[in-house]
């Protein structure tokens, strides 16, 4: 078995050899690394080229297009059996291409558990596990157990089930997207109990920090633009549910016009009404959230 692991580069030059790093030094071997260098401005273009004579690893420069646009580059040019996303400020541990591998039968997607790193504490977040669910269960089962698991960098995708995805280029929280549909059409999901991503918290230039309320605003209305989508084309309550809250959970880092502007449009879509309320507490919330937007 093969993986290919995709790194998209954007200014990580702090970071980018211990991520780079963490791969080579695997215990398990067979993998090749594509790097996509985003444009970067700082010295990481330098710093990756030091792996240039390395047969494992394919390095790509371009312009700066964005994570989407890398990362889709990357999917073409992956040969391996499985597709890994790697962030470059993130790193792995060293068996973790090992445990996949003893791990995967032939399921479209596997998940893993990730660690937070702060401060050189590593904090294990939660994951649940279970063998070879059919998508729309598995979706449920996340939801259900009410885990983080929308991160392309939590799984182990099938190279030819992902090259029939692709990540919307120019859109915030594109991983909110795509991530949540690619496991409800799936036919083979697995979650295993294995913490072998390490996600650095220290990082407040990453990709995902915020910055200005503006660009907070971007990321409520494309959480918003994925939300619209999926109810086009979906009628499972789950599936739904999770959008809408997506929706409704940028509600808190949004002020004054930003926020007034960006409720008006999740009253036009009515989002309260696609929240679950198959028990008493979400029928509570559920109301609590009709109650506050009928008088925002």
């Not at 915020?210 to 660009?215: A, D, G, L, P, W």
Request: proline share 1%; aromatic share 16%.
């Amino acid at each position: 078995m093969k993986f290919s692991i995709i790194i998209p580069i954007y200014n990580t030059e702090k970071y980018i050899e211990r991520c780079i790093n963490s791969v080579l030094n695997q215990t398990y071997d067979k993998h090749e690394i594509i790097l996509i260098n985003d444009g970067s401005t700082d010295n990481s273009q330098e710093i990756i080229k030091k792996y240039k004579n390395n047969k494992k690893i394919k390095i790509i420069n371009q312009k700066n297009h964005g994570l989407s646009y890398s990362r889709n580059i990357g999917i073409k040019e992956a040969t391996g059996d499985y597709i890994l996303f790697l962030d470059s400020d993130d790193f792995y541990e060293n068996d973790i291409l090992e445990t996949l591998k003893n791990n995967i039968k032939d399921e479209n997607i596997m998940k893993f558990g990730y660690k937070d790193l702060k401060e050189n504490k590593r904090t294990e977040a939660k994951t649940i596990k279970f063998k070879n669910y059919v998508g729309k269960f598995a979706l449920k089962h996340f939801i259900e157990s009410k885990i983080v698991f929308e991160m392309a960098w939590m799984y182990a995708f099938k190279t030819d089930y992902m090259k029939k995805h692709e990540f919307t280029v120019g859109k915030y929280h594109e991983d909110f997207g795509l991530i949540p549909l690619m496991i409800f059409n799936s036919k083979k999901v697995t979650s295993i109990n294995y913490y072998g991503y390490i996600y650095n918290r220290d990082n407040e230039t990453s990709i995902t920090s915020f910055t200005n309320m503006e660009k907070e605003y971007k990321k409520a209305c494309d959480t918003l633009y994925f939300f619209k989508e999926v109810k086009n084309k979906y009628d499972d309550r789950y599936l739904l549910s999770f959008y809408s809250t997506g929706c409704i959970n940028r509600i808190k880092n949004l002020k004054g016009k930003y926020k007034k502007d960006y409720l008006k449009e999740l009253k036009k879509e009515k989002i309260y009404n696609y929240i679950l309320d198959n028990n008493i507490k979400r029928k509570i919330k559920k109301l609590l959230l009709k109650i506050y937007f009928i008088f925002k």
